[in-house]
């Protein structure tokens, strides 16, 4: 009985010793705290329910390695760029590194996803008269699209989306698609991803839109590196690399995305 006390004191100082913490610490997989910038479906659906694509494919790399885990994070953009340190993120999910991630040293992952915003109309309504009372011109094409976005039609400044007295600005992407589909302007901007999201999950509504195929303007998503992340840019593309294939695939596929491309254009 002495003996197996002794022992059970030695393991309890074993423990605490911390050369053996230091080893046990290392076998610990190394936060990545992954940044969402909005709510923009197929990316996030729902941030209180962690649904969407950003959730599913950070779940996916935790699954396939154990050495970082990745962890989603609601952290609006604007917060993030707005001071120069803003909250520890490490990686920005599926966002574009021109988009203002480069002066804040972020560098852009293989691309996930090649996009674009496309103009789209509605099949059947018909803007309101008072909506078009309200324009600058008679002739004037009403544009639904988000604030804050960059798009080409704007010279890719949002602060010109404010003057323009023809466009009406939405808090997201599904705002935009409202006020398509309920005849309140029109056309609207809205990104291909969500267009194929739509036409997978609620075919009836896609099937109504009238989609202009030139887009806008084009863009790649990507995971964005920034300076605090544990992952380099180089471990990260190997991941990625490694990981390609049918599983990966398939859950771009559930949320109606093609399978990832991994190549710059």
């Not at 990745?70 to 909250?87: I, S």
């Not at 639904?144 to 602060?159: E, L, P, T």
Request: hydrophobic share 40%; aromatic share 10%.
């Amino acid at each position: 009985m002495k003996a197996k006390l002794l022992l059970l004191i030695s393991a309890v100082f074993m423990l605490q010793h911390p050369g053996f913490q230091a080893v046990f610490a290392d076998e610990q997989p190394i936060p990545v705290t992954v940044g969402l910038t909005s709510i923009q479906p197929p990316f996030v659906i729902n941030s209180e329910k962690q649904l969407g694509l950003a959730y599913a494919f950070t779940d996916f790399l935790n699954r396939k390695q154990k050495k970082f885990i990745f962890n989603p994070r609601m952290v609006p953009v604007k917060r993030l760029l707005k001071t120069e340190k803003g909250p520890e993120i490490n990686i920005i999910a599926f966002n574009d590194v021109d988009w203002g991630w480069k002066k804040r040293g972020g560098e852009g992952s293989l691309p996930l996803t090649y996009g674009s915003d496309l103009f789209v109309r509605h099949k059947q309504q018909k803007p309101t008269s008072a909506l078009q009372e309200s324009s600058s011109a008679a002739n004037t094409v009403t544009i639904a699209a988000v604030r804050g976005f960059h798009y080409a039609f704007a010279g890719f400044k949002a602060s010109n989306l404010e003057q323009m007295e023809n466009v009406r600005l939405t808090k997201d992407e599904l705002a935009v698609l409202r006020l398509v589909e309920h005849g309140r302007t029109d056309t609207g901007i809205i990104s291909q991803s969500l267009l194929d999201w739509l036409s997978k999950t609620s075919p009836e509504r896609f099937r109504l839109l009238n989609i202009n195929p030139e887009p806008d303007h084009t863009y790649e998503r990507q995971l964005i590196v920034l300076p605090s992340s544990p992952v380099s840019l180089d471990e990260l593309n190997a991941l990625l690399l490694q990981l390609r294939g049918p599983e990966m695939n398939r859950i771009f596929s559930e949320f109606g995305l093609r399978p990832p491309p991994l190549q710059y254009r």
